[in-house]
């Protein structure tokens, strides 16, 4: 069992920056590739980034690239998503989520993720 805590949401200014944690406890982090999702009201759960075991490997959806960047300090067993240049449309609850893996591949899929931590709500003003 992974438990995965989120911090450092909460209300920003468009173009704005905050970052987001998440500790994880349980298991060896550095077994996990670990994910970043976000879902607005009456949204699907969406992709934001991903990283792998060694956190040589990343990966964000279009809509952030260039803006959020995912980080991973595996001696503090947690990972991180710098958000710059923040938009009123990155209002959301953001999630992270742990996948076991022992390969350097990384995954989109909400799915395909063993553990979900409670969420931080970040809302984006205009």
């Known amino acids: 069992q992974v438990q995965l805590v989120e911090s450092g949401g909460g209300l920003v200014q468009a173009g704005g920056s905050l970052r987001l944690s998440c500790a994880a406890s349980?298991?060896?982090?550095?077994?996990?590739?670990m994910g970043w999702f976000r879902q607005a009201p009456g949204k699907e759960r969406e992709f934001v980034a991903a990283?792998?075991?060694?956190?040589?490997?990343?990966y964000s959806a279009d809509s952030v690239k260039g803006r959020f960047t995912i980080s991973r300090d595996n001696a503090k067993n947690t990972v991180y998503l710098q958000m710059n240049s923040l938009k009123p449309e990155d209002t959301a609850v953001y999630y992270c989520?742990?996948?076991?893996?022992?390969?350097?591949?990384?995954?989109?899929?909400?799915?395909?993720?063993?553990?979900w931590g409670q969420g931080t709500q970040v809302t984006v003003s205009s």
């Open positions: 989520a742990a996948r076991l893996s022992l390969s350097p591949i990384i995954t989109m899929i909400p799915t395909q993720y063993n553990y």
């Open positions: 349980g298991r060896t982090f550095s077994n996990y590739a």
């Open positions: 990283i792998s075991v060694s956190g040589r490997t990343t």
